[in-house]
């Protein structure tokens, strides 16, 4: 018996339907949900969410934080950035990579380090997928 599945971002619905599988990873580390699974909610680290549909096929969202609400009846996916590897330009993300790493590599307050910091890892894992999801490694 498949899970209905919702993935929002604050711009958008980017999935809602039924699945066998969802696997993403958090704050704490990897989650594999299955239908059944006993109630959760976990802070999301930037990653793939990765949605095996329960027709066959499977969906495969850039999530860049945000959180994961697990119910017995439902698994609702609240991001803070999403977007579908398949939309993610190439170009667009290893230029906004490399210049939050000149940013990085220069003078830059404390205050804002972290910040700088977060972007990073976001940014590459953002980049890594959309390699992947063409073909071209990580």
Same mark, same amino acid.
Do not use: W, Y
């Given at each position: 018996?498949?899970?209905? =599945?919702?993935?929002?971002?604050?711009?958008?619905?980017?999935?809602?339907?039924?699945?066998?599988?969802?696997?993403?990873?958090?704050?704490?580390?990897?989650?594999?949900?299955?239908?059944?699974?006993?109630? %959760?909610?976990?802070?999301?680290?930037?990653?793939?969410?990765?949605?095996?549909?329960?027709?066959?096929?499977?969906?495969?969202?850039?999530?860049?934080?945000?959180? %994961?609400?697990?119910?017995?009846?439902?698994?609702?996916?609240?991001?803070?950035?999403?977007?579908?590897?398949?939309?993610?330009?190439?170009?667009?993300?290893?230029?906004?990579?490399?210049?939050?790493?000149?940013?990085?590599?220069?003078?830059?307050?404390?205050?804002?380090?972290?910040?700088?910091?977060?972007? %990073? =890892?976001?940014?590459?894992?953002?980049?890594?997928?959309?390699?992947?999801?063409?073909?071209?490694?990580?």
């Amino acid at each position: 018996m498949p899970i209905p =599945v919702r993935v929002v971002s604050v711009e958008r619905l980017l999935f809602e339907g039924d699945a066998e599988f969802v696997l993403t990873r958090s704050l704490e580390g990897e989650l594999g949900i299955l239908p059944n699974h006993a109630p %959760l909610l976990a802070a999301l680290a930037p990653n793939e969410l990765r949605i095996d549909k329960a027709g066959g096929g499977s969906e495969h969202i850039f999530v860049g934080g945000g959180f %994961l609400e697990v119910l017995p009846d439902r698994v609702t996916v609240l991001a803070d950035v999403a977007e579908h590897t398949s939309e993610i330009n190439l170009e667009r993300a290893e230029a906004s990579r490399r210049a939050i790493a000149d940013r990085l590599a220069g003078q830059v307050p404390d205050t804002e380090r972290r910040s700088l910091e977060q972007e %990073l =890892v976001m940014a590459e894992e953002r980049l890594r997928l959309a390699r992947i999801r063409r073909g071209g490694g990580g």
